[in-house]
């Protein structure tokens, strides 16, 4: 099963693909769209850009069994307006292709992970996810993405 984990930013929106066999997980790669300036041409683009991640082209069979959607934080120090549309875009085109899509909230992550008191979700997903490096782009954003889909994994 493979679930397709979303994190949007300011300036880009990373996906991280992830493959959930015979209880592991591994990461099967790592992608990054960019942001502009989120014109209505630039959102329709995006949507594009999901809805042909989560088809195969011929087939028009989906290729993620779920999304999980690092949900963008709120409030005063939360989310662009920009990464909160780009999330909307990554959903909308998940649920129009009829599969789940599960928001993952940033403050579990380190539930999810399973990380102790002193050590930071991110230090645990890159040690889980990425341990020997083999993911040369693995980023503050691709962690995020990787996390939630481990995280909807294991749930």
């Known amino acids: 099963m493979s679930i ?3 994190n949007a930013k300011k300036s880009a929106v990373l996906l991280a693909e992830v493959d959930v066999a015979d209880g592991t997980c591994s990461v099967l790669g790592t992608r990054k769209v960019q942001l502009g ?3 209505p041409q630039e959102l329709s683009d995006l949507y594009d850009c999901f809805q042909t991640l ?3 082209g011929d087939t028009r069979r989906q290729r993620f069994a779920k999304m999980a959607v690092l949900s963008c934080p709120a409030g005063q120090w939360g989310s662009s307006p920009l990464a909160v ?3 909307a875009m990554a959903e909308l085109a998940a649920t129009r292709a009829g599969f789940e899509v599960i928001r993952v909230a940033p403050q579990s992550l380190k539930r999810l992970l399973d990380c102790d ?3 930071k979700w991110q230090t645990k997903a890159k040690e889980l996810l990425n341990p020997e490096g083999a993911h040369k782009h693995w ?3 691709a962690d995020g993405a990787a996390a939630a889909a481990y995280g909807v994994s294991t749930e």
């Open 37 to 39: 300036n989120g014109s």
């Open 54 to 56: 989560i088809e195969d």
């Open 139 to 141: 980023s503050q954003g």
């Open 85 to 87: 549309k780009a999330e």
């Open 4 to 6: 397709l984990g979303i």
């Open 117 to 119: 008191r002193d050590v």
